[in-house]
């Protein structure tokens, strides 16, 4: 009998696929559409203290193995997005992550209070976005920003806080310890990677950013390795993702160290992608003998 449940910082999911921060907005019948699909957890787009318009259009675009996007980081704020969560949290059925950010570390735990009010099963803090770097730093470039920004949150929430890294940085295990220092109860990662797209005809990047966050099946190899270098460095939970879209690719994620697989553009690219994802993971464990989630680890 293949068990497929996880608990990640305390949070039980009937299966270790969680939808990624942000590719179903901040709409509660998305979260909840992705629930009824198959996902263990669903994960809100990142909200602010106060509304954000974001990037003008284009904000998105799909090549081949990579997707592309600029969205800005656009959201309601958090006194509408707790509206929204609360709906979620009532109906989806599986735990709902909500996703925070802000320009620094107050902002961080006022919205995060604010959020709290929805009851999400835990808080993700996006110290990672690429997209904010014109407005402020990049938090998760910096260990002492990281830490004091979780730290923060942690005495302002009851909730479960789990750290959102970054792929650009020099040192991503470095970052994971400076986030555990803070007091942070898991570690997700990664975010997309800073990228740009040019239309060579058109003589102009796509995006109208010029740069994006790339995510996709491409990414897969640097998920992997951060995924890999931050259970080297902090024995968290990690909901580890990035470039993940069959069963196979999830079980890789968890043999690189994760303890839930995050599903972000997997569901550009398939129909169904939970209960895909998730039946093969299963056919995976029967063909080699893993009775459950936590036994599938690398040689
Ligand atoms: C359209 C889009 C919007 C995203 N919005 C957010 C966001 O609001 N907050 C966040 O932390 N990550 C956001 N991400 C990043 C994803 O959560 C995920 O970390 C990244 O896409 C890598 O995973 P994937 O290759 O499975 O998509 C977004 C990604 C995409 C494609």
């Known amino acids: 009998m293949i068990k497929l449940e996880v608990s990640v910082a305390g949070v039980k999911m009937c299966n ?83 996703s925070v950010f802000g320009k620094n570390a107050d902002e961080f735990a006022e919205a995060s209070k604010i959020i709290e009010k929805a009851k999400p099963a835990m808080i993700e803090l996006n110290i990672s976005c690429p997209n904010v770097h014109r407005e402020g730093r990049m938090f998760s470039a910096d260990p002492a920003a990281t830490e004091e920004i979780v730290r923060a949150v942690k005495k302002a929430v009851k909730l479960p806080v789990s750290a959102k890294l970054s792929p650009n940085v020099t040192d991503i295990a470095e970052i994971a310890v400076a986030a555990k220092r803070g007091g942070a109860d898991a570690i997700t990662a990664i975010n997309t990677l800073s990228g740009m797209w040019i239309d060579a005809y058109a003589k102009k990047p796509y995006l109208a950013n010029r740069q994006g966050g790339v995510s ?35 079980a890789e994620m968890l043999m690189a160290g994760a303890t839930a697989v995050s ?37």
């Open 16 to 98: 270790p696929l969680v939808l990624a921060a942000g590719v179903r907005s901040n709409y509660a019948d998305l979260l909840i559409r992705a629930a009824k699909e198959g996902a263990g957890a669903v994960t809100s787009k990142s909200c602010s203290l106060e509304p954000r318009p974001g990037h003008p259009n284009p904000t998105a675009m799909i090549h081949g193995q990579v997707v592309m996007n600029a969205i800005g980081l656009s959201n309601p704020g958090a006194k509408e997005e707790a509206e929204q969560l609360k709906k979620a949290v009532k109906e989806a059925g599986v735990p709902v992550i909500a």
């Open 216 to 250: 996709g099946p491409g990414i897969k190899p640097v998920a992997l390795r951060c995924v890999w270098q931050i259970r080297q460095a902090v024995d968290l939970p990690i909901i580890g993702g990035g470039g993940i879209t069959s069963g196979t690719d999830a």
């Open 263 to 299: 599903i972000g553009s997997a569901v550009c690219y398939r129909k169904n992608a939970f209960a895909e994802i998730s039946k093969e993971l299963a056919e995976f464990m029967e063909s080699e003998g893993y009775a459950k989630v936590s036994d599938i680890k690398m040689d």
